[in-house]
């Protein structure tokens, strides 16, 4: 009898978060399939669909109340559109493991910039490659070699004047021994470690990504980028993140991706107060600016432009603004690196 009642209950529970499907999406939801090349088993579809329809509310709802200037941020349908918060995070985050003990022991960036611009973007100065995708062709949890390659190529383009895509496959087969964990995260200190201690890394041309760990292929006659060792900035503090930007140009940093708003955003500044600071995905910093645009009445103006490795849907063509001054919004700035070549 007991069974029974906890049976109805689970089963009453099941039905009620279940939505019939919403024929009026079929057409957005083939469209959606097609656009990211989405394939699915008879079995698997219909429930990839009531996942994709709930993001789809969700993204509507928010992009409702951001038009009514409660948001500074807009969200939209992308390739995680049929993944539950859980699967997305299992997916494309990783707990990010350095002891306080390692960190600590960095050196620290120490230059002086006199007088700051009131906003900085290395793009247009030809510091930064295209967008990257670390899910291509399926997904691995690589995010660190796509920050710490984003970090060196923009060194030695400073050195150099030459722009090169780095090989992220390179520091995904190789960097174990220094403590990164192939497609199971890694930290980009640890990658700039072990180009430092072997001597270079290889281009994204000689040595394509792809996605999985694989025996370690690196060839110092290909290589292409070197490192003498790497630096962090002060834990925390915004202020020194924006001077390291002007003083050295893109820095690897560290966000909690962990949120919803996160999986979906699509333009704006972003900024969701739920954000926890501890962090889950490493990213590029390559700039900070203001905003004079948002519907918000007293929402951030100010943010930081931020390099992901999500490929061009996600967000602004790859890109997100991320708030700035906002109490390390997502703990941005606390967790801060880059190479010194
Ligand atoms: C930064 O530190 C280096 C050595 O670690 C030192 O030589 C240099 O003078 C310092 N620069 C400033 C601006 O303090
Ligand atoms: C990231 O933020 C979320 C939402 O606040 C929180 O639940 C999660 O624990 C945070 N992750 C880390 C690694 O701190």
Redesign the pocket.
Known sequence: MERRVAVLIVFAVGVSSLHAVDHTLDSVWEDWKSLHGKEYTQDSEGQRRMIWEENHRFIQQHNLEEAQGKHSYKLGMNQFGDLTDEEYQEMMLSSEEVSQEEFSSL?VW???VLKAPAQLDWRPRGYVTHVKNQGKPHRCGSCWAFSATGALEGQMFKKTGRLVPLSEQNLVDCSKPFGNNGCDGGLALKAFNYIAKNGGIESEKTYPYEAKVMPCRYNKKRSVAYCKGYKKLPSGDEKSLRDALIDVGPIAVSVNASLKTFKLYKSGIYSDPACRKGTNHAVLAVGYGVSKTSNMQGGPAKFWIVKNSWGTHWGEKGYIRVARYNNNQCGIGIRSTYPVV
């Open positions: 050196p120490n230059g002086t």
